[in-house]
């Protein structure tokens, strides 16, 4: 069964730092990776999609990066803002459709 | 973009009673639905995944008998928990996946249920 880790768990970073956000996953097997963020109490947004074929999506300040082979992705946010404080969660979805969700990473931005 | 629109948006009921959330895809044909869960502090977990026309497929050790999940048309999926307990009480979200012929879009997630049950 396919298992995501996100590391670390929790990040507070100082406004303006640039950062990565870690998901990893055990079967390679893959067919797109998603990337998303949920702020408390709220459903999820969608920041970015992957597809098995692809290596990484930018959009605007986020840029992620898919490698299957290892079993990662990474989520760089640069010049980060306190409004990107929330919960992001990476996505493994396999053929068929079936979701596999890591259990966030926690980022606060400090003012 | 494609647009989900999960309501109600919160709930509060008395233990016994049923609950229904709806799902409705605004722009798009959702023929696939995801249901989930989330407790405080951890991931999504999924629940169940119904196909347009056709029974729901649940998860291990989801209560298909308390969780009915209905999927009658292409834009709308309902989830009804029924003799809802205060262990029900979670956060539940629909996702539907945006297909146009055989390219895969993603998925897009309803803004989420709060349910408490009292």
């Known amino acids: 069964k396919q298992e995501v880790t996100q590391i670390p768990a929790a990040l507070s970073v100082p406004e303006g730092e640039n950062l990565v956000l870690n998901c990893s996953f055990t079967d390679s097997a893959i067919y797109n990776l998603q990337w998303f963020r949920q702020d408390p109490g709220k459903g999820l947004t969608s920041l970015l999609l992957i597809q098995s074929s692809q290596r990484e999506q930018t959009s605007g300040r986020l840029n992620a990066s898919l490698d299957k082979s290892s079993g990662r992705s990474t989520l760089y946010i640069a010049a980060s803002q306190p409004g990107d404080s929330a919960t992001y969660l990476c996505?493994?979805?396999?053929?068929?459709?079936?979701?596999?969700f890591g259990t966030g990473t926690s980022l606060t931005v400090i003012p | 973009g494609a647009v989900v629109s999960q309501h109600p948006s919160w709930v509060i009921c008395k233990s016994g009673t049923s609950v229904k959330i709806e799902c409705r895809s605004l722009?798009?044909?959702?023929?696939?639905m995801f249901w989930y869960r989330q407790f405080p502090k951890q991931s999504l977990m999924l629940m169940a995944t119904?196909?347009?026309?056709?029974?729901?497929?649940?998860e291990q050790g989801v209560e298909k008998d308390k969780f009915l999940i209905n999927h009658a048309s292409l834009t709308l999926s309902t989830l009804t928990v029924t003799s809802a307990h205060p262990e029900d009480s979670s956060f539940y979200i629909c996702s539907a996946s945006i297909s146009r012929g055989p390219a895969n879009y993603g998925y897009t997630f309803g803004s989420g249920t709060r349910l408490t049950v009292v």
């Open positions: 119904s196909n347009e026309g056709s029974k729901a497929t649940y």
């Open positions: 996505a493994v979805i396999s053929v068929g459709n079936q979701f596999y």
């Open positions: 722009d798009f044909q959702a023929t696939t």
